[in-house]
């Protein structure tokens, strides 16, 4: 328990996928001119250094972020996420990576407000001193299913929730969508970012029925997967999305497209957009 570090994944296929689409949805809410809530209830550390030996370990960023570092025809949808990992690396060399935490805090207006949960202690502690001067960011050392019943429905009555479970439990699956069906009741308008890894058709097929049980409408899914279903480690993961913004589907069909042919191994893989539960 609890054994899970991040940093041995920052900026990996999977962590490029999931940032992409946080940023996609934190732009959208800033459209509108009330202030907003966003809620990140497994939250890391805030900041990655690729060159600590932990991340240098399986050099998974080599996997994700490194693939795109270089690249000159990043497409408009992408400028914002890469421009915030950009701005880490002030010198062009790719050493930094951005945690979810660290991507809202870039996105979010003077009005709007952040809570971080973190169940881990050392990782929690990182975080508080990262935003330890920032009035707008709360961080909480807390287990992130209870952070939904301590923090939802929030005052803002609008914002996001992103839970990005270490899945280092078993049932992690069924824990999430129940979690996710009792935030639903408290707070049934707020937008809902869960990602998860793909680990055999038969689990995912689970947990999406168990989702569709709850009564849940626009639930919309994406996955990207960058190796074959036969590779040794998982080759892909996915996003269920509630309450998502207007045409984010035919949107993030375009983005995910390009994204996957930045990342795929030798063409593996591929992208999938699915409403679960329609309006
Ligand atoms: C996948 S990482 C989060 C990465 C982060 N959201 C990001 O995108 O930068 C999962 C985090 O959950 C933490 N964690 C594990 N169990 C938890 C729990 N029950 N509640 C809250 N955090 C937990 C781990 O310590 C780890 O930092």
Redesign the pocket.
Known sequence: ??S???LF??GSFA?VF??VL?TQLLLSLNEKDKPYFYL???????L?DLSHPWAQKGREFESGIKKLWGRTDIPAAMKPYMDIVRAENADGHLRYY??????ARKLIRPIDRIAL????KT?CAVLHELFARDKRVNVQL??????LKANLPPKERRGMV?I??????SREFARLAAALAEAHTRWATGTYAI?YPLMGAGVIRGFEKQIEAAGIKKVLQFELSVLSEDASTMPGSGMIIVNPPWKFDTEMRTLLRWLWSALTVDGAGGVKVNWLVRE
């Open positions: 328990m609890l899970y570090r991040h994944h920052a962590d999931k940032h946080l990140d209830t497994h939250a890391g550390i805030g990655y951005p945690g979810s935490p660290r991507i949960t973190e169940l881990n990782d807390m287990d992130g299913l209870q952070s992103l990005d479970s270490a899945f280092d439990v990602w």
